[in-house]
Nanobody, 115 residues
Framework: QVQLVESGGGLVQPGGSLRLSCATSGIGFRLASMGWYRQAPGKQRELVAIITSDHLTNYQDSVQGRFTISRDNAKNTAYLQMNSLKPEDTAVYYC?????????WGQGTQVTVSS
């Protein structure tokens, strides 16, 4: 059974930082591409960042230079380090895994940026 479990969300002031984690089980993590998506109220889910099995990364323009995606294959876990957070970063953040032509999602973690 495949499981993706996000953690690390919460309330933070503008300019602050959070680190999201996505612990996985049931997939060949080393071979999976891992991504972080987010969905704000009334908006479509959008890609934030992705890291391939070869550790190649890509970011949405609005987070470039502020967010860093990484992975620890020994822990089967992906991370999203978010710095210089802005109110417009407020959303539910979802972990995504693409493995052998299948796509898996976590349950999401809320990130709220507000003073």
């Amino acid at each position: 059974q495949v499981q993706l479990v996000e953690s690390g969300g919460g309330l933070v002031q503008p300019g602050g930082s959070l680190r999201l984690s996505c612990a996985t089980s049931g997939i060949g993590f080393r071979l999976a591409s891992m991504g972080w998506y987010r969905q704000a109220p009334g908006k479509q889910r959008e890609l934030v960042a992705i890291i391939t099995s070869d550790h190649l990364t890509n970011y949405q323009d609005s987070v470039q230079g502020r967010f860093t995606i990484s992975r620890d294959n020994a822990k089967n876990t992906a991370y999203l380090q978010m710095n210089s957070l802005k109110p417009e970063d407020t959303a539910v953040y979802y972990c995504n895994a693409q493995f052998r032509a299948a796509t898996f999602w976590g349950q999401g973690t809320q990130v709220t940026v507000s003073s």
